[in-house]
């Protein structure tokens, strides 16, 4: 069956960190492609002062050079707030036949009881948690101890055998990046976020006047 990828994240702004995880994720799975998905309203965050179209546009140029990669802006064009239940209620009937994978850092996995329905998410799609530099795991233990982790070196071939409901642990760590420190170093003028994001997304955030002190 084929495999596709689900990334959601708020994306202010995207980064590199984002970037190797769908990609790491892309060549370990062998997803046919990745849809990446920013949220209008975010349920855990506040909602970001730059817009979510600001945003789908970072996106968008981020994965301008990965054809596999492709911007989905179904949360922007729905009202209220972004819940990935909807959303993968809504993929599902768009790819009826696909199995689907939603790929998430562990630092969204350790919150998932909070989320919006999450004990139905694996009636949609299985889940692959991937390492994130310094975060907690615990989370992730209690789902080995329940039985539902199955080995990243069986993923590839249980995930495109099922369309939903396995669960596995990817212990890649992409770059120690986030959107939170880049913000606060672009309104400091600290040129060190200018690694960490890729140039033309850094040139959109100086052309637009984006993450000033400001905003
Ligand atoms: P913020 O710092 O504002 O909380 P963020 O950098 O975590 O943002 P999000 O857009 O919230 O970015 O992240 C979307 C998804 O990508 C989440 O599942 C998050 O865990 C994951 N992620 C982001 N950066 C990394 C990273 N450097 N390593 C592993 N996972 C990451």
């Known amino acids: ?13 995207i980064h590199n960190g984002h970037l190797v995880l769908a990609q790491t994720v892309l060549d370990t799975l ?21 817009t979510a179209q600001h945003r789908a546009a970072m996106v968008q140029l981020a994965i301008q050079d990965h ?8 949360e922007l064009e729905r009202q209220g707030t972004s819940y990935t239940i909807e959303t993968l209620h809504l993929l599902r009937r768009c790819f009826p036949d696909q199995a689907l994978c939603l790929m998430m850092g562990q630092d969204s996995y350790q919150k998932l009881p909070s ?12 889940v692959l948690v991937v390492h994130r530099a310094d975060r907690d ?10 039985g539902k982790l199955i080995d ?14 396995l669960i596995s642990f990817l212990p ?7 959107s939170t420190r880049i913000r606060e170093q672009l309104a400091h003028n600290d040129h060190a ?23």
């Open 1 to 13: 069956m084929e495999l596709i990828g689900i990334f959601g994240g708020t994306f202010n702004p």
């Open 30 to 50: 062998h997803c046919t492609q990745i849809r990446v998905i920013p949220a209008a309203v975010p349920p855990h965050k506040e909602t970001p002062a730059v």
């Open 67 to 74: 054809p596999k990669f492709v911007l989905d802006t179904c």
């Open 115 to 126: 989320w919006r329905r999450w004990l139905e998410l694996l009636d949609y799609c299985h």
């Open 137 to 146: 795991n615990t989370l992730l233990l209690h789902a080995e101890h329940e």
């Open 152 to 165: 990243i070196a069986a993923a590839p071939t249980a995930f495109a055998q099922q369309a939903n409901g």
């Open 172 to 178: 890649v760590t992409p770059p120690d990046i986030s």
């Open 193 to 215: 976020t200018i690694a960490e994001i890729p140039p033309q997304v850094l040139r959109y955030i100086q052309q637009h006047h984006l993450y000033q002190q400001s905003n």
